[in-house]
């Protein structure tokens, strides 16, 4: 008979928005032990699970702090309430938290008092506009004027009033949902959810035997984003307008963003030791994601570490909504034993107004390493090369048509390309040779595109390389010393002779243009760059690195980086983040 063997949730914290799809192990009938759901329409030998969940309301209210929102909350910030800000983000744990949180806290009511966007809504303009329905992604509106009982939180049955189930100690439980997965509201800030599956009698709708429960912590609200504050920036090479959406309006404009996004197959407890779990969940990270990469409204938009089953199930429908056309390549996984859903690669989309598709190259790295191999390396040492060089990166390369031209009556007809490259090369440090074979492997892909076209490009990723490092001098400058450190790592002898590193493409990294800027921005950017490599100071921050390692290269012959006259800054926010290239 079916039965239920365990059942966990990936994170103990639940929060508001952020959908709870427990773990549930089953042993079904014939033995074998399962993930898969078993529904009332397909119960295996008349068997099926039910699922419920509750809220564990108690008699005492319990406050939650904004800014560290595991915390009770021991202060209120008046200001709020008279900014009319949801009453969720006045609440603090103690007077050091209102006091580090005032800088951004302050922008919050700012906000909260002169933002009225089309409908009419503060919240939508403080906090972002987002669909609901069907994606994990809330408006994050916490103001708790959404009941749970106006939701079916998964159920395909119509909306029911929420049902007082037991009440005892002190305590009242309330049915909230009725399918596997349970979205929390903010009515549900504060309190406990329990969730119940128990094997039911399809004939009967009976349970067999006792259910199997687990119950959350307390339900948090998801935190403020950290506000933007863009440097402003005067003066440019050329200069471009915002239309009414937001969308550059030049002809011949088009903005790009990169982002290593950090696959969830990569989001560990073990390496992110210093983050809550909840903040390293998925559901809570995608929605967080979504609404940063839609925020930018770029034409081009350039992701890494995107995991497959992500890509088909999250992003693409999501960015399909927001007017993107997808093109994805996963890793290879002659390295990878696993779920093949799981593994990551890179995602390039590009809105369907601004660009249509014309090409798409798909360049695995481990392919080249076995065409390398069968030529330049000893029969003796080809298992022993192909350990090295064999790491699954890979580079997706897209050829876009523009639908907008800047070409002027002398030349009408000709139809205005763009070459976009996106690629994640290989991590590991040791593995000096390997990043600049990688390198050199792309280069020379994306010259033989340029000798058959005449067509601008841009070389877009997360190249786990410093400023100053081999792979970013062949990108940057064309060539390598000979003498540079890291040609000293090549036991396989794949770099020789050095003066084969080399290429033709006038690359020029989008972030060294910022040095040749002018105007009341200058001297924030040149605090925020290194003036020795031009790159900024980092755009990768963790515990345990904080550097640059992700560009954005154009060609500069036929590309010119523009600023945008609204006087924002297209790169470094006040808080030294790499964001967007526009």
């Not at 406990?192 to 004939?203: I, R, Y």
């Not at 992003?315 to 890793?331: N, S, V």
């Not at 034993?337 to 660009?355: K, L, Q, V």
């Not at 790592?489 to 002018?518: C, E, M, N, W």
Request: charged letters at 20%; a neutral charge; glycine letters at 6%.
């Amino acid at each position: 008979m079916l039965s239920v063997l365990r059942v966990h949730l990936p994170s103990d914290i639940p929060i508001v928005g952020c959908e709870l799809t427990p773990y549930v192990l089953l042993r079904r009938p014939d033995k074998t032990v399962t993930t898969d759901d078993v529904p009332e329409s397909a119960p295996p030998d008349g068997h099926f699970l039910r699922y419920k969940w509750y809220r564990v309301q108690s008699d005492r209210k319990v406050a939650v702090c904004s800014i560290h929102p595991s915390e009770h909350a021991t202060l209120q910030c008046l200001g709020c309430v008279k900014a009319k800000m949801p009453v969720a983000k006045s609440y603090h744990c103690s007077p050091k938290c209102f006091s580090d949180a005032w800088q951004h806290h302050r922008v919050l009511h700012d906000r909260a008092a002169s933002a009225v966007n089309e409908n009419g809504s503060e919240e939508e303009e403080i906090f972002g506009h987002f669909n609901s329905t069907g994606s994990g992604v809330i408006s994050a509106s916490l103001t708790g004027s959404a009941s749970s009982t106006s939701l079916t939180n998964g159920s395909t049955t119509p909306v029911y009033p929420a049902a007082v189930t037991q009440r005892s100690g002190g305590e009242t439980w309330f049915e909230v949902g009725r399918s596997k997965t349970y979205t929390p509201t903010t009515d549900d800030i504060g309190h406990v959810l329990k969730f119940e599956c128990v094997v039911t009698d399809a004939e009967t709708k009976l349970p067999v035997g006792h259910p199997s429960t687990i119950l959350t912590s307390r339900v948090i609200p998801a935190p403020s984003p950290s506000p933007r504050r863009l440097i402003p920036v005067g003066g440019a090479d050329m200069m471009a307008q915002l239309d009414s959406d937001g969308h550059i309006s030049s002809s011949g404009t088009f903005t790009v963003l990169s982002y290593n996004i950090l696959s969830d197959s990569y989001a560990s407890s073990e390496l992110y030791s210093y983050c809550p779990s909840w903040a390293l969940s998925w559901p809570y990270r995608r929605q967080n994601l979504l609404r940063e990469i839609v925020g930018y409204r770029a034409d081009v938009v350039c992701l890494q570490e995107v995991q497959s089953d992500h890509f088909d199930d999250f992003f693409a429908p999501e960015l399909d909504k927001h007017g993107y056309q997808a093109l994805y390549k996963r890793k290879t996984n002659e390295v990878y034993s696993g779920n093949i859903r799981t593994i990551d690669g890179c995602a390039t989309f590009f809105r369907r107004d601004r660009f249509s598709h014309v090409k798409k190259y798909e360049v695995e790295f481990n392919k080249a390493a076995q065409s390398l191999t069968e030529i330049a390396v000893q029969t003796s040492q080809k298992k022993v090369a192909l350990n090295r060089l064999v790491k699954d990166n890979v580079a997706l390369i897209v050829v876009l048509e523009a639908k907008f031209t800047n070409h002027g009556a002398d030349n009408p007809g000709k139809r205005q390309l763009l070459c976009v490259a996106n690629t994640h090369v290989n991590v590991q440090q040791e593995l000096k040779d390997v990043k600049i074979w990688q390198v050199h492997t792309l280069l020379k892909g994306l010259e033989k595109i340029a000798a058959s076209a005449d067509i601008p490009m841009l070389v877009c990723g997360d190249f786990n390389s410093v400023p100053g490092s081999a792979p970013h001098s062949l990108l940057a400058m064309g060539k390598i010393d000979s003498l540079h450190p890291d040609l000293v790592v090549d036991p396989l002898a794949i770099l020789r002779p050095h003066s084969k590193l080399t290429h033709q493409l006038p690359l020029v990294s989008a972030y060294s243009a910022f040095l040749r800027g002018v105007g009341l921005g200058l001297e924030q950017q040149r605090r925020r760059m290194d003036p020795t490599t031009n790159e900024p100071l980092f755009t990768n921050c963790t515990r345990d690195f904080i550097g640059t390692r992700d560009y954005i290269f154009y060609t500069a012959d036929s590309l010119t980086l523009c600023w945008l006259n609204s006087g924002v800054c297209p790169g470094l926010d006040d808080d030294d983040t790499l964001r967007c290239w526009r």
